[in-house]
């Protein structure tokens, strides 16, 4: 009842009324009251979209004072130090890894930019998922980095807030949270309900309210301190969770949560039932085991039985799982205890809204709410991954968990509290496992059949879409915290159950090699594959890592070892692995065997523990060896193509396996790994398991032939050279086995920079993060710099006009290549071949260039190594065993003999061993020896082991196993094709067939692993009784068995041998240096002189220097080298070389000749060129390059000829067959955007500066036509202006002609070609057949003859006035229309190009449009654009002459007379030809009709115009003398319109003074030519009307401060002049091909009029030089010049004033600029990133900037679209007649719209590196690069942009 009062009073009153009530002692009838109306009001049957109880909610917590004010007094008592804002994904946030502890700190702008972070290492970045801002949380950052509001804590001083102030809200905002709850479960429906489930919907209609919470969090502290209390008190949440008794709804409703509430638990109510729910034992490790199925019997027994039904396995896994956690209630239903815990769980089964989010993270500035609510977020963990596995939007989801766990779990407290109060970890490795199981498959490893080890299905969605991450992310992110990570550490069985999780990887993704025909679906799973073992397995491991570097942490890394080794013990186990791996089958997924190397290392490396305490038995290690092994044999064969028919993608798992992310997690624990086992196995052994591995152990023989059943032919040289490299790398590489970290780095970044030239960032990228990948800092970051300067050069960015713009890119410095480059690195860590190839040939360039060696191609060079670890030192027994001496000594013997499949790389690896050999000595200790099988074994080949004493052992007789058809003693036959294997029995033959010669060996009988591989081995080394032969005899290897028939049988034979190693070595010297004695007896001694020689060269250098080693090292082989070299004997060649020589012969021949072929043809080709580029580069005009080289008699009748570059015949321009220059036209308006001062505006980056266009050259050109067509005739008006300063066409071309003909038919062979090419033939464009520069139409050359051109240009004598009635003669003639021909068709086609080159309102400028005048402008203003663009491009004058490079191969000669051709169809009607007004002073005619408007005055016309409308309109060809004609009868006009502006500047004083004192000069003799006389005489004229210079007495004139000299008064009048000389000067150089002369700019003006005949060439030096002396009057100048300006008086006086602005034009622009741009980029990118739209009011996502004009538009913006064409794309047709320049503000990049077509250009803005950051990847601090910039703004005056750029494409009005 109470209620319904309430409710019908005014929502305020109500407020207040409540509020005092229970601000009384007695408060109960006002709390009974407030919960009577909020029953009423907050009815969760209503519909949510009800929003009458939001305002309630509003108002009663408000209290009498409105909302707004509440939220500014509750804001007052804020007491909040930390900054807590909360973003989303896309927000522009920034780093500082200086600031930072956790590597996930992060701030917001405004903070960023209130801190001092000036020289931090920072970057500034879009976030993926979401954050929050740090700035004020010490937990995270160092207080140094704080901004100052949160560094002074001002929160800490604010008072106490009022107990009244918050009491409502207290009352209030529980019933409205339980609210929302209950809509909440009200709308939520499980997603197998035959319901329309939309979640969406429910949220959408919950948005207002949700808002509401999330701006109570934005009050600050004292809210959030309320908001934590109702959100943890769980009184409150019992009382109203449940609704009362006898609400129905609120039951329902409540019995809605309980079901949602019961699939909670990670194992599903059902799930229980059926398995009859296992009791839980705590503790227990079976469980962990029983995964792998070691300890599991029941397992593989359930296998068996459902037989792969992969959902049962599934299932039961997950109960033998549930029962090994320590806590069963990770899988248990959740209980909820409070608000907060509710609210959390529905925002999980929503699939976090983003509201949601943002609420619950805006929170945690309080800190009471952030240990609740972390505790909360653990509770729910597996709850959130359960829902994640099912969602359908994982990925965002994804970022949403994130998005708040990296708030939580970064702060090392919190993580360690939760850590220890809730079991995070044990939670986190449950979840992860349970995640895993659902996606398990049967191993197909090694047994198939039998295997009880499950891995990972690489091809499931969970890996695919890497559904894992978020989890695994917060699993590294908590490992990083120091004391979570030994928590884990000293938790046996949370390591137990992380080992069997490693374990799910181990040997997935298994490929089998394929053997018979392509595969037909090339999995890409290996993506997948890579992903997660270096997500899940590899960086957990290295966060790990981090806490074991020191002594007192050996126990861990202990453990750890321990574990590993049990957990591949079951591993083999499950597999059936005992000794022999199955063939033809690859992983590169060992995650175990790295765990367990990494840790090694580390025990090693940092905690001083003794190798030996953590390897296992040799058994164990002969095992562990294998698979890596298998891995780097596997290597090799993809790169030998043996696994071709598995597709690209195996080759793309042998990249990835390399590649720098993935290196130091993958191939460098397996290298190292391999190494510790080579370090304490049996040399010898290990050995013989490398090249059986390699598969190349059958063509270690002597014999000339041999069967090799396991390899192709082809496959051999690549296999064995894989091996011996190997076999190098293994033996030199010290990463893990003694080299400090800085020598680490610096190894790699040499190894990366011998490669290429590399930038800062792919530098940074290359390398692989050492310890700890998560952070993304490279360890002591610093020290990357301070390394980087002392291995590297920096080379500046280049910039070449061709377009190609370098980085800044740092090479290595000449010590480097000189003592550092390391080709074994480099081999390991290029992921392509050609990078290997790209590092020798930089090496050999750099070594010619030092002029180290000269001839021939270098050899890697050989690099001494850095002592090896203790631990490791049984590492270099590898080099000083037996075997790997006779499989030296045979690969010298049989290189020198030139057998099949040796290479020089072969030689090289051999003989890098036999240096390492000699550089790596073994202490000699004799004990450990089994002699039984060792001397039986070797004892005949060698005497002991030691490389140094072998060298000098010769060797007499091999007995070696041959085929029958190439016996060895005669020599003569061809070694058969080998021939492959069909069958393969595996092993049951192999031992028959070796018994006959085993027999006189005691047989060991030894049966370890060992005495195994050592008995095949034996197999392969051949013994005999007798001591004098031996031999290594082929044998397939021993898994593979040749049955008897297959060809040839083999036989024994004795070779003759009696060579040492060092007799081969000096034989393959003298091989190499193809000289017979190339070492002399006495070439030691001279040796020793110069030591040094030898550390770069060939094979030779290294002979030698193995030589000198070896001599020094040892008297015995001193002697024995001298003993060689002092026999001085041919090589004995056998015959079997003789016809393989001489083909080498022929083929070294053919090859010679092929060389010089080539040269020739390069020769040729470069002369053409040549000759191509002095033509292109040539500045006179086609038509004057007369036939030079006939007879000065032939001359006269010649025609000008030209070449078709289409079909190559080359004659005159006809009128049926005419020639065309190749043309791009494009409308610019270029010309436009000038301004009057050389200063190019600058860019706003605030909401002051603003830029105004009104002063540019194209708008001050529109007032001045609108002016006069207000006033005078249209016709008139359209002939005494130019158009085309915006939008005006410009012609260029390349200079090439073709056959008009040939073009056509060269365009239909494009049309057909269906090749996406980068322009659209459909609108004409093509590119020049012959240069391939861009262009779109044909300008047709005119036919004639060079005759013309002399008589054209005879001087003639006659006088001025005699020309001057020629000239009006010629424009009486009538215009002749062209006979019809293909000449004229052409013509007319391309001037209806012209036109369509710009948009009609650019040429439409006359009041009707379309109408003849209209046209008339257009063209002759093309005329003057193509002028006024080459005098840009010469720089705005002509000083420096012809010699410009911007003036490249004109087409203007071929323009004029096209335009002409078409001009001359309007005739002018000679009533009103300017000529007659220029020329005479005519009677004063009666004024026109009053209705017609008057024509323009004289001295408001436009000069040029005027000059190019008379040459375009007379009868083609002009001669010179008419032209000059004209060029003096204008300049008579524009000197005088010179005078009438200059007077109209002067004060009224100093007009009257300069009147006064020129009327005394009137009657001298030359008075029309002085300037005083004229100007005086123009003052009196125009002042007859006084409102012509009345306009100016308003305002005192800016300049009569001061005063006119003569010399100022001259030289304005030149400056006035100039324009109109110089582009009469131009036109006279195009038409009469007349040179330019270049002059001092000083002197331009009497140069240009010495040029065009005003002025006699003599020189005047003494007297200065004065304009009015060009003059040349035909009638008096005083009543020429009174007729002129009475033109200007007879206006009517209301037009005075305007007519006065049309008399002062001001003619000098300077050269058009682009804006000019901030220094750093953040100043623009700050300002304009969240500027808002002017057109839709929004922020764009891809804000851009046009760069000509400083307009902010929207690119692909669809609000902005207008007409279907995008903002950016509409903008470039306005603002720049389509072409726009538009700098991308979120991409620091610049694109280029040019037409239909755009490019992205680059960007102008570099990093302190030289470099781009496209998109702001990296977020570096950017800066301008004044040179980039230059050049952007040189290809957009010189309109290059097409010729320059190569990468275009069409846009679609898309941008």
């Known amino acids: ?151 002074l804590r001002t929160g800490e001083n604010v008072p106490s807030v009022p107990r009244d102030l918050l009491l409502m809200s207290e009352m209030v905002l529980p019933r409205f949270i339980i609210c929302i709850i209950q809509y909440l479960r009200d709308g939520y429906t499980e997603p197998d309900t035959s319901a329309e489930r939309d979640l969406q919907k429910v949220l959408q209609q919950l948005e207002p309210q949700i808002t ?120 248990d239903s959740l209980k909820h205890k409070c608000f907060l815990e509710e609210l959390l769980f529905w925002t999980i089964k929503y699939e976090f809204p983003q509201k949601m989010v943002t609420f619950l993270l805006n929170m945690l500035p309080d800190q009471d709410y952030k240990i609740t609510f972390t505790k909360t977020f653990v509770q729910h963990y597996a709850f959130i991954m359960k829902t994640l596995m099912k969602s359908q939007e994982s990925d965002t989801m994804s970022n949403r968990i994130v998005h708040i766990s990296v708030q939580l779990f970064s702060n090392e407290d919190l993580a360690r509290h939760v850590t220890e109060e809730c079991q995070l970890l044990d939670i986190m490795v449950t979840v992860l496992l349970y995640m895993m199981e659902s996606c398990l498959i049967k191993s197909e490893l090694q047994d198939e059949e039998n295997s009880r080890h499950v891995v990972v299905n690489c091809s499931e969605a969970l890996l695919k879409n890497n559904t894992y991450w978020p989890l695994v992310s917060d699993f590294i992110n908590i490992l990083s915290h120091q004391s979570v990570a030994k928590k884990f550490l000293e938790d046996h069985s949370l390591l137990m159950l992380w080992m069997s999780f490693v374990s799910f990887f181990q040997g997935m993704n298994l490929n089998k090699r394929e053997l018979s025909e392509h595969v037909e679906f090339e999995s890409q799973t290996y993506y997948a594959a890579f992903a997660a073992e270096l997500e899940a397995c590899a960086q957990p491991m290295w966060g790990l890592l981090t806490h074991c570097k020191v002594k007192e942490t050996q126990e861990y890394t202990k453990t750890v070892v321990r574990y590993c080794l049990e957990t591949l013990q079951i591993w083999f186990d499950a597999i059936g692995f005992v000794d022999e791996l199955a063939p033809n089958q690859v992983t590169f997924h060992l995650p175990l065997h790295r765990y367990y190397a990494m840790f090694l290392s580390k025990a090693v490396k940092c905690q001083g523990l003794d190798l030996e305490s953590l390897l296992p038995d040799q058994e164990m290690l002969m095992r562990i060896m294998v698979h890596p092994l298998q891995i780097q044999a596997s290597l090799s064969e993809i790169h030998s193509n043996m696994w071709v028919r598995n597709g690209l993608q195996i080759k793309g798992q042998a990249m990835t396996y390399v590649q720098s992310h993935f290196c130091n997690s993958m191939i460098d624990p397996d290298i190292f790994l391999l190494q510790v086992c080579a370090s304490r196995l049996d040399p010898d052994y290990f050995i013989s398991s490398v090249f059986e591995r390699f598969k190349v152990v059958d063509l270690l023989t002597m014999a000339s032939v041999h069967q090799n059943t396991a390899l192709d032919g082809e496959q051999e040289r690549p296999m064995l050279e894989g091996a011996l490299t190997f076999l190098v790398i293994l033996s030199s590489l010290r990463i893990h086995l003694g080299m400090a970290d800085d020598e ?187 002699p039984c099988i060792e001397e039986h074994c070797h004892d005949s080949w060698f005497p002991g082991t030691n490389l140094l004493s072998n060298l000098h052992h010769v060797i007499n007789y091999v007995r070696v196993r041959v085929p029958e058809t190439a016996p060895e003693v005669k020599r003569e036959r061809e070694p058969p094709a080998s021939t492959s294997a069909e069958a393969s029995n595996f092993g049951q033959n192999s031992r028959r067939l070796t018994g006959n010669w085993r027999e006189n060996v005691r047989e060991a009988q030894v049966f370890s692993l060992v005495a195994e591989r050592r008995r095949k081995f034996q197999e392969i080394i051949n013994r005999s009784s007798t001591e004098a032969s031996q031999a290594v005899r082929p044998k397939s290897s021993s898994t593979r068995w040749v049955p008897p028939g297959t060809p040839p049988q083999l036989v024994t034979e004795i070779l003759e041998i009696h060579e040492s190693m060092l007799s081969l070595l000096i034989k393959l010297h003298q091989k190499l240096s193809a000289k017979q004695n190339s070492l002399s007896a006495t070439w030691l001694e001279d040796m020793d002189a110069n030591p040094n020689r030898h550390a770069h060269g060939d094979g030779i250098t290294a002979i030698e220097r193995i030589l000198t080693k070896a001599a020094t090292r040892s008297h015995q082989s001193k002697r024995s080298i001298q003993e060689i070299c002092g026999k001085v004997f041919p090589p004995v060649a056998p015959k079997k ?164 003909d040939c073009h056509k038919s060269y365009m239909e062979s494009l049309r057909n070609d269906q090749v996406m090419q980068g322009f659209s033939v459909d609108k004409g464009e093509f590119t020049c057949p012959l240069c391939r520069q ?144 220029l020329t005479q002073v005519a009677p004063s005619r009666d004024n026109c009709l009053d209705d017609e408007r008057p024509e323009v005055p004289m001295l408001f016309r436009d000069c040029p115009s005027l000059l190019i409308i008379f040459v375009l309109t007379m009868p083609q060809p002009l001669r010179k003398e008419h032209f000059i004609c004209l060029v003096r009868m204008l300049y008579n006009l524009q000197y005088t319109q010179a005078l009438a502006a200059l007077s109209a500047k002067f004060s009224l004083e100093e007009r009257q003074a300069w009147s006064t004192s020129g009327t005394l000069k009137k009657n001298a003799f030359n008075a029309e030519k002085s300037y005083e006389a004229l100007l005086s005489h123009v003052i009196t004229e125009l002042s007859k009307v006084k409102t012509v210079y009345d306009v100016n007495t308003d305002e005192p004139s800016m300049l009569s401060s001061s005063v006119w000299s003569p010399q100022s008064i001259e030289y304005s009048l030149q400056q006035f002049c100039l324009p109109y000389l110089r582009l009469s000067c131009l036109l006279q150089h195009h038409l009469y091909g007349d040179n330019l002369s270049g002059c001092p700019e000083e002197e331009e003006f009497s140069g240009l009029a010495g040029c065009l005949g005003l ?143 755009f490019c992205l250009w680059g960007s102008v803005y570099l990093d302190a590196h030289g470099e781009e950051d496209r998109d702001l990847r990296r977020g570096k601090p950017l800066f301008l690069c004044v040179e980039r910039y230059r050049v952007l703004e040189q290809q957009w005056v010189s309109h290059t942009f097409d010729h320059i750029n190569k990468r275009w494409g069409p846009h679609y009005n898309g941008l």
Not at 135 to 143: A, F, I, K
Not at 1446 to 1460: D, E, M, P, T
């Open 744 to 930: 680490i780095l610096r190894a790699e970044m040499v190894s990366q920079l011998c490669m290429n030239d590399r930038t800062h960032s792919s530098l940074l990228d290359l390398i692989p993060e050492n310890p700890n990948p998560k952070s993304g800092i490279v360890p002591g970051s610093c020290s990357f710099e301070e390394m980087l300067s002392a291995v590297a050069d920096f080379k500046a960015p280049v910039f070449e006009l061709g377009g190609s713009m370098q980085q800044g890119m740092y090479t290595p410095k000449a010590e480097v290549w000189e003592k550092e480059f390391d080709p074994i690195m480099v081999i390991l860590r290029t992921v392509y071949r050609r990078d290997v190839q790209s590092a020798m040939d930089r090496y050999s360039a750099f070594l010619k260039q030092s002029g180290m060696h000269t001839t021939g191609n270098p050899w890697p060079p050989y690099k001494e190594r850095t002592p090896l670890h203790p631990c490791y030192k049984g590492l270099d027994r590898l080099l000083h065993c037996k075997t790997l001496h006779i499989v030296i000594f045979t690969l010298l013997y049989k290189i020198w003999l030139d057998h099949s499949n040796m290479s020089e790389h072969v030689l090289c690896m051999v003989l890098y061993l036999i240096e390492l050999g000699l550089d790596n000595q073994v202490e000699e200790d004799k004990g450990d020896e089994e």
């Open 1655 to 1797: 002025l006699d060439p003599a020189p005047q030096p003494s007297n200065p030089m004065y304009s009015a002396s060009c003059l040349d009057w035909t009638v008096s100048a005083f009543d020429l010049m009174s007729q002129w300006c009475s033109e200007v008086t007879g206006l009517a006086d209301t037009q005075a004033e305007k007519s006065m602005t049309l008399l002062v034009q001001d003619l000098q622009w300077a050269s058009p600029h682009l804006l000019h741009l901030p220094d750093n980029y953040n100043t623009i990118f700050q300002y304009y990133h969240k500027k808002a739209c002017t057109a839709c009011k929004k922020v764009p996502k891809d804000p851009a900037l046009c760069l000509v004009c400083g307009t902010f538009v929207c690119l692909k913006g669809l609000c902005c679209k207008q007409h279907g064409i995008c903002e950016c794309v509409w903008h470039s047709q306005h603002c720049g007649a389509a072409t726009g320049i538009f700098l991308l503000i979120n991409a620091s990049v610049i694109i280029i719209i040019r037409g239909h077509r």
């Open 212 to 331: 509401f919470l999330e701006e109570l969090t934005k009050m600050g502290g004292a809210m959030r301190t309320v908001l934590t209390k109702i959100l943890t008190n769980q009184q409150t949440f019992k009382d109203l969770s449940m609704g009362q008794e006898e609400n129905v709804f609120a039951k329902k409703n409540y019995e809605n949560y309980l079901s949602a509430l019961k699939n909670s638990g990670l194992v599903s109510v059902e799930e229980k039932a059926q398995t009859g729910a296992a009791e839980p034992t705590r503790g227990s490790e079976t469980g962990a085991l029983g995964l792998l199925g070691a300890a599991a019997p029941s397992s593989s027994e359930s296998n068996k039985e459902e037989d792969q039904d992969g959902q049962s396995i599934g299932q039961r896994k997950r109960v033998k799982l549930s029962s090994s956690t320590k806590d069963p209630s990770i899988m």
């Open 1334 to 1477: 861009f262009a779109n139409s044909v300008l047709p050359c005119r036919p004639g003859r060079s005759t013309e051109v002399v008589s054209w240009h005879m001087p003639s004598n006659k006088k001025t006035s005699v020309l001057v009635k020629e000239v009006e003669d010629l424009q009486e003639q009538l215009g002749f229309f062209p006979t019809e021909s293909n000449l004229s068709k052409e013509m007319e086609l391309v001037i209806k190009d012209i036109k369509n080159t710009t948009q009609r309102k650019y040429m439409d400028y006359g009041k009707n449009p379309g109408s003849p005048d209209n046209d008339f402008l257009f063209m002759y203003s093309v005329a003057r654009t193509n002028l006024e663009l080459e005098l840009v491009h010469r720089g705005g004058n002509l000083c420096s002459g012809g010699a410009s490079g911007a003036a490249k191969r004109s087409c203007l000669n071929q323009l004029f007379h096209v335009l002409a051709m078409h001009m001359r169809l309007y005739s002018i009607d000679s009533a009103y030809n300017p000529w007659t007004r």
């Open 1137 to 1300: 070389n003789s016809p393989t020589a001489k083909k080498t012969m022929d083929k070294e021949e053919r090859r010679q000749r092929a060389r010089e072929r080539q040269q020739k043809l390069l020769a040729e080709f470069a002369s053409r060129q040549k000759s191509f580029m002095e033509t292109a580069m040539d500045v006179e005009s086609p038509d004057t390059e007369a036939a030079m080289d006939l007879g000065a008699s032939e001359v006269k009748e010649s025609e000008v000829l030209y070449d078709c570059v289409i079909c190559g015949q080359s004659g005159p321009s006809t009128e049926d067959r005419p020639t065309g220059l190749v043309v791009l036209l494009q409308a610019s308006s270029v010309l436009g955007h000038r301004c009057k001062s050389d200063e190019a505006k600058k860019l706003p980056t605030t909401d002051e500066e603003r830029i105004y266009p009104v002063d540019t050259c194209g708008a001050a050109h529109d007032v001045r036509l609108a002016l006069m067509q207000s006033f005078f005739k249209d016709s008139s008006c359209l002939q005494s202006v130019s158009i085309g300063w915006d939008g005006g066409v410009y012609v260029q071309t390349c200079g090439h002609t073709l056959h008009i």
């Open 1 to 151: 009842m109470m209620a319904a009062l309430l409710l019908r009073r005014d929502k305020k009153s109500t407020a207040a009324h409540l509020k005092s009530d229970l601000n009384r002692t007695d408060n109960s009838s006002g709390v009974r009251q407030l919960q009577e109306l909020l029953d009423s009001v907050l009815n969760p049957e209503k519909p949510p979209a009800d929003t009458e109880a939001l305002d309630w909610c509003k108002c009663l917590i408000a209290g009498e004072e409105g909302f707004e004010e509440f939220c500014k007094t509750v804001r007052s008592y804020d007491n909040a130090t930390l900054c807590g804002l909360v973003w989303t994904a896309n927000f522009v946030a920034y780093r500082c890894r200086t600031c930072g502890i956790s590597p996930c700190m992060s701030l917001c702008a405004e903070c960023f930019n209130n801190g001092d972070h000036t020289g931090h290492d920072f970057n500034m970045f879009r976030s993926q998922a979401g954050g929050a801002c740090d700035c004020g949380d010490s937990n995270v950052m160092r207080e140094t980095g704080f901004c100052r509001r949160h560094r």
